[in-house]
């Protein structure tokens, strides 16, 4: 297959993009390396260093692909606050662009959306179903984007596909940002710091890991088009995370307590029992294996 991966050069589109490789796929890496790295561009695929709100057409006009994993974005919630203009440019026009590309090409798009934040406060895994109910531009802009390429699919039958991922971690992850509290915690721990907990530590999260998280998106491009979760359904707090993360490391290490954050959803858990009925796709590791793969990766670093 031919395939653009927009955001291919970040944390999760890089993984993608490694898998397409493996199984011997024409990859273009679509990514303005505003937050993505040359380094995470694996060799063999080709980096078009463009962004998607003025280029996704020429970059379609040369790769002609059959498929677009879609991960570009604005991904900070934090700086969809601040900059919720500059958030909806990104994530709602730019998906517009890559959306017209595709439709000239023929293009099947697979969406990378998210759940937690489009879901808001959860009492339970949330199914695609659930009430929509975000806290932040963040969780706007993707569920804009998300009602586009259904309505695309709907004019055109595309066939599109959006997937609600949960919070996805891994290697490569951005130790440096608002989001990824597997990386932040793993690198104060690998540095000698200190890791710091918001609030009480008792709000909960679906930790997915990101091989698991490329499986369910490559699956998803042989799905008849629709929205799906991609999570555990298992809800971890941030006080067992972050004792899984010390064992992870073989470290022990009193955390810091801060005030709770503004915003900050208490649970947020995904029911992902559709994706294992149409894609016969359900998570493999474990978090504790997960954690592992991922300390291997910042310790080596
Ligand atoms: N990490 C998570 O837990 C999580 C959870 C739910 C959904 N998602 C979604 O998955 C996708 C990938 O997230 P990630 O964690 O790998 O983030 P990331 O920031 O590592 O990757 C995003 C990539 O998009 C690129 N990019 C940003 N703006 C661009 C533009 N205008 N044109 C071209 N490239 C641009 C960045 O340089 C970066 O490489 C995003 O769409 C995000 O919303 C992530």
Known sequence: MRAVVTGGAGFIGSHVVDALLARGDEVHVLDDLSKGTRANVPEGAQLHEADIRGDAGGVFDTARPEVCFHLAAQ???????????????????????????????????????????????????????????????YGVSKLAAEEYISAYSRLHGSEHVSLRYG???????????????????????????????????????????????????????????????????????????????????????????????AGELQRSVLDASRALRELGWAPQRSLDEGLAATWAWISSR
């Open 75 to 137: 991904a900070d919630v934090r700086v969809s606050v601040e900059r919720p203009d500059f958030d909806a440019e990104v994530n709602v026009l730019g998906t517009l662009q890559v959306l017209e590309a595709a439709q000239r090409h023929g293009t099947k798009v697979v969406f990378s959306s998210t759940g937690g934040a489009i879901y808001g406060e959860c009492d339970g895994p949330a199914d695609e179903d659930h009430p929509r109910n975000p806290l932040a531009p």
């Open 167 to 261: 919070n996805v971690f891994g290697p490569r992850q951005d130790p440096h940002g608002e989001a990824g509290v597997v990386a932040i915690f793993m690198k104060r721990l690998h540095e000698g710091g200190t890791p710091r907990i918001f609030g009480d530590g008792t709000q909960t999260r679906d930790y997915v890991y990101v091989g698991d998280v490329v499986a369910a998106t490559l699956a998803a491009a042989g799905h008849q088009g629709g929205v799906l979760n991609v999570g555990t359904g298992v809800e971890t707090s941030v006080l067992d995370l972050y004792a899984r993360v010390q064992r992870a490391a073989g470290l022990e290490r009193e955390p810091q307590f801060a005030d709770a954050r």
